[in-house]
T-cell receptor, first 112, second 111 residues
Framework: TQLLEQSPQFLSIQEGENLTVYCNSS?????LQWYRQEPGEGPVLLVT?????EVKKLKRLTFQFGDARKDSSLHITAAQPGDTGLYLC????????????FGSGTQLTVLP | DAGVTQSPTHLIKTRGQHVTLRCSPI?????VSWYQQVLGQGPQFIFQ???????GRGNFPDRFSARQFPNYSSELNVNALLLGDSALYLC??????????FGEGSRLTVL
C-alpha cells in the first residue's frame, strides 16, 4: 500500500511570510500532483510534476519533485490571505494515473 | 461549460440504510473516479470507470459498488451504512490521460 505523509498538518502564518509544505513517501510515484481545496468544494489541481528533480513555478508557488520521485515540496513566497485553504499532494503509480493516493493535507491559514 | 455535477449535495441516513450518489461528468469526459474524504483527511480512491467498465477499485468493502452509464454519468451505491461511512464523496472526471476535475461532492452523514 502506497502512503503519502504530509507535514505540517496545520499552518497559521501572517501575510507576507514564506512557508513550505512537505509530502513524503517510501514509494516511488510516476507523477505527483498538488491540489488546493476550499470549504464546500472539490480539490482543484495546481500542478503535476513528473520528472525526478523537476521544479515548477506558479506565480508565488514553487513545486519540487524529489530526485527519487518519492517526495515533493510546495513553497509559497509572501503568502496572502487568498492562499488560505487545504493543500493536498497526490501520487499516481505507473499505469494508474486516475487512481490517486492522497496525503492527509495541510490546512493553511494566512492572517491579514 | 458545466463542471462535474454531483447530487445530492447533502444527505442524512441512518445505520443500515442504503444510499445512491450520482455524478455527471464534464461533457466529453469518459473516465469517472470516486473518492471518499473523511473529515480531516485527504480523499481516498474508491473506484474508477472508463467507457462503462471498472478500471480500478480501492480498498473498500463490497458494500460499495458503482456503475457507469452509456452517457458516462455514474452512480456510487453504498449498502448497510455504518457510522464510519460519514464523509464527503467526491466524483472526478477526465479525458483518458488528462487532469482530474472534481465535483463539489456529496456530504453523507450517517446517524
Amino acid at each position: 500500500t502506497q502512503l503519502l505523509e504530509q507535514s505540517p498538518q496545520f499552518l497559521s502564518i501572517q501575510e507576507g511570510e514564506n512557508l513550505t509544505v512537505y509530502c513524503n513517501s517510501s514509494s516511488v510515484f510516476s507523477s505527483l500532483q498538488w491540489y488546493r481545496q476550499e470549504p464546500g468544494e472539490g480539490p482543484v489541481l495546481l500542478v503535476t510534476v513528473v520528472t525526478g528533480g523537476e521544479v515548477k513555478k506558479l506565480k508565488r508557488l514553487t513545486f519540487q519533485f524529489g530526485d527519487a520521485r518519492k517526495d515533493s515540496s510546495l513553497h509559497i513566497t509572501a503568502a496572502q490571505p487568498g492562499d488560505t485553504g487545504l493543500y493536498l499532494c497526490a501520487g499516481a503509480a505507473r499505469g494508474s494515473a486516475r487512481q490517486l493516493t492522497f496525503g492527509s493535507g495541510t490546512q493553511l491559514t494566512v492572517l491579514p | 461549460d458545466a463542471g462535474v455535477t454531483q447530487s445530492p449535495t447533502h444527505l442524512i441516513k441512518t445505520r443500515g440504510q442504503h444510499v445512491t450518489l450520482r455524478c455527471s461528468p464534464i461533457s466529453g469526459h469518459k473516465s469517472v473516479s470516486w473518492y471518499q474524504q473523511v473529515l480531516g483527511q485527504g480523499p481516498q480512491f474508491i473506484f474508477q470507470y472508463y467507457e462503462k467498465e471498472e478500471r480500478g477499485r480501492g480498498n473498500f468493502p463490497d458494500r460499495f459498488s458503482a456503475r457507469q452509464f452509456p452517457n458516462y454519468s455514474s452512480e456510487l451505491n453504498v449498502n448497510a451504512l455504518l457510522l464510519g461511512d460519514s464523509a464527503l464523496y467526491l466524483c472526478a472526471s477526465s479525458f483518458p490521460a488528462g487532469e482530474l476535475f472534481f465535483g463539489e461532492g456529496s456530504r453523507l452523514t450517517v446517524l
